[in-house]
């Protein structure tokens, strides 16, 4: 078992990454949270058969534990399945000594987490993410959050979990399409952190994408890590160090919204919106044709879209960036690229300009 | 102007206790929250002559203010006005800029300040209480939250406000009830932490009852204090020393959810919940009659009640305590009096004792 420690002071904890090893969860909870005698396992219908059997695992290990499942999808990620959580939670007697045990992607992960967050003002919760993108991105660092019907992730609250319980072997069943939206996010962490690890992945894509065990194990790890020491140094998205994860999120938000939540997987909507990043800042001259290449190159190679599927307004896609969590003021912010392994904030980017690559983006 | 500095590291704040000055209040805003350009001012339909008055005061200093009204009464604290304060936000066109006002009593300030604590995963609060259980509690603290069907405050969190402005003036006009009953909370004050506040309110009971600006400004500002002590030194109630401010509050939460909310205003319900703890606290021996016949003396006093006004099943009333957010695996834990300025937690109070302390507190 290899551990990432994500180092917050008094909301520090460990995240486990292990393969098939799921039976030992009930101890790292035990381990994670003396005090806690009961658990709601929540998940919906794609991790229900993971689901059930962490519930049973956490019996065994001598917690109480009661069950919740929401449907799959986004959304789910709505007030009206969160007043469902807090029923569960009241109908299992929750008290402090309760946990909620997210099990599921980053809809499971953000809603049952927000649920986490506001139930008695705050249960411990454990995450035990069961797709490549929740292992690599929504599990790690805390933010939870429901949808509003006019915005993504427009409520919610930070809640760090008490431990993160990675299983690769979740992976083998995951369908095609999830999994390569996955990976969106870990060419991320190449791109804005870690040229040495977008190296790697160029090299390794097909090991990659074909999901040998240790290229994935290399792969979660390092993402976590880098993801980890991001959080670690501006933990509530103040300094502005976080946002540099937002990188391709301005214009994958858009895209998720305008097309309406389902159209588009994120990841998928994270590797055009990357797209998108890089060409704006091919534009804007901070870096050359070489980087947007490579960038095209490696997402091509693992499978993943680089442009919108239909052509949404341009003026509708902006005013949604314009409402972005994001911005301030109106203004609409990017994280772009200087170099590979460096982003930076840009808060002043003329809008004819965001406009050409949006109405470019689907010819390309 | 009188202020009390609430010391939370970087989340520290002031509480500005004036008489008649809201003018002020824009330039207290732009102090507290300088990078904020647009406030959503949030009251209810008792507090809204004050609310639409404080919208002009922040217009003036040059903030954009929009505002939302909801209607008066605990239960606005759901899940439906919460949606509706988030659209609100919405519409303001909300942003990391954008700070919440909640102007008027506990159920706004909880209401309000869990939409601040929750929309875009955090904005910042201001807190204008508008009745007397406001300026000497709920504003003070950082708990917000709101109702679930089966138990109250069972979803919310922490957030502390960035500011709390008191105007005693607006105590001129609060209905007697709601004034009386807020002073439940002072005299718990005296009683758990400061035998000589105990003694001043017991010496000018016909001062503060009959609002007299002085004696107001006393209680108000000593009341802050008292409970900027205890939060400081338990911000998240972690160490069971925040617990303390819970006198009376076990007892009085049963009455509040088998009456259904409204029946019985908050405070009145204290004022029973501290006779009750009283009662139990003298059978289990720990205090003598001198104490329980002073605080019901200074309680008669004030105006307060100190039986409930039916008898509601002793049953269903330790159902509900079993279940109460301070209940650790359905054991009820009590904070009781071991003298006049002092209380300890006691979670091994014998249910039968409790039963009789329920049983004969009409007939008393």
Redesign the interface.
Known sequence: METVRVNLGSRSYDIALTHGATANLGAFVRAALPKT?SVLVVGDSNSWPHAESIQATLTRAGLRAGSAVVPAGEASKC?ER??GL?DAL?EL?A???TAVVAVGGGVIGDLAG?AA??????LPLVMVPTTLLSMVDSSVGG?T?IN?P??K??????HQPAGVWIDLAFLNTLPAREFISGLAEVVKYGVILDAAFFAYLESNSHAVRTRDPGALLRVVTRSCRLKADVVEQDE??RTGLRAVLNYGHTFAHAFETCGGYGTLLHGEAVSIGMECAAQLARKLGLIGDEFVSRQTKLLDALGLPTAPPTRWPADDLIAVMR?D?K????QMRFILPTRLGEVKLFDDVPEPLVRTVLESAVSR
């Open positions: 005698s007030l969160l007043a807090y009241y007697a008290d402090r000594s927000f967050a506001t139930y008695n003002r705050g933010k959050g509003h006019k915005g992730n427009l409520i919610g609250s930070f509530y998205e409402r969590k911005a301030v003021g109106g």
